[in-house]
Every structure is written in C-alpha cells, then in structure tokens.
C-alpha cells in the first residue's frame, strides 16, 4: 500500500492505494468520480482520459501513485468551464453523441484540440481524434461539433 497525495478536480487528496491501482480505478472506486469510464483498459480506446497537469491522459494505463503532487481533471469538474460549455453545446447541436460511452473523453481530448488550435479543417481534426474511438456516431457529428466549437470560440475571441 502506498499514501499519495495528490489536487482532483481542484480539492486536495490523500489516500491510501494499492501500488497497481490505476488512475482510472481511484477515480472511479476511490473517489466515486465515474465519469471517467473503462473502455478497453490498454489506453486504445481514450474512453477514459482525464488531464493531468492541464494534459490530456489515459486513466487506464495511468498509475495512480504516479500522480503524486500532480494535479487531476475529470468529467466531473468542467461544469464552470466555459470552453467545455461550448463543446457542450456544440455536441448536442451536431448530433456528436449517441450512447455517450466515449463522451467524456472525447470532449475532454476536443476540448485540448481546440485550445491548442489543433483544429484547422476535418482532417486534422480526424487525426487528432485518432485516440479516441467511437462505436456510434461514425464520427462526422464529433468532427462537426469540433469544427462549431473552433468557429464559435474564434467568434467569442477566446
């Protein structure tokens, strides 16, 4: 067993885990943050991703002792985001989503796309989203609520 202490979603954490106890599993079974779901469990399907450090990262294949002193983002802390508010809308507006599985990693990874202006037309974006699978939509939904998001963000001037 291993005591870490580590920022989630903007609050202070110490807990003790197992030493192989993923990222995924504290969040999910430690901290009751579900959010963050478990697709294939080997970092393939970025069903799972999470920022650490303002970075996008598979909670799959994550240790989670190896996030002492560093600072984790889940689904669940976007809610007073306003570039997430954004994605959000823009997600709903184009049909981005159907079973919503891979949602939450999805828009945490568009929502990266689109800060570092990743973005520039639909096969760049494609190729940025290679990460993260969908099963449902066929991914022209995603592309265009990525593609709504940069041009409502670049309107907003952010």
């Known amino acids: 067993m291993t005591t870490i202490s580590l920022t ?7 807990a003790e885990i197992d030493d192989r106890m993923t990222l995924a599993d504290f969040l999910r079974d430690k901290l009751d943050l579900t959010g963050t779901h478990l697709g294939c469990e080997h970092g393939v399907c970025g069903a799972c ?45 184009a049909h981005g989503l159907q079973c919503g599985f891979c949602t939450p990693g999805m828009v945490i990874t568009v929502r990266d796309i689109v800060l570092r202006g990743a973005c520039a037309d639909a096969a760049q974006i494609r190729s940025e ?9 066929g991914y022209a939904g995603i592309v265009k609520a990525t593609e709504l998001t940069r041009d409502r963000l670049k309107a907003k001037g952010e």
């Open 8 to 14: 989630v979603n903007g609050a202070p954490v110490v």
């Open 49 to 93: 991703t999470v920022l650490v450090d303002d970075e996008p990262l598979r909670a799959c294949i994550t240790l989670a002792a190896a996030m002492a002193g560093r600072s984790v983002r889940s689904i669940e802390s976007f809610n007073d985001d306003p570039t997430m508010e954004v994605i959000r809308d823009c997600f709903s507006e």
């Open 129 to 137: 989203l290679a990460g993260n699978l969908c099963r449902c939509t």
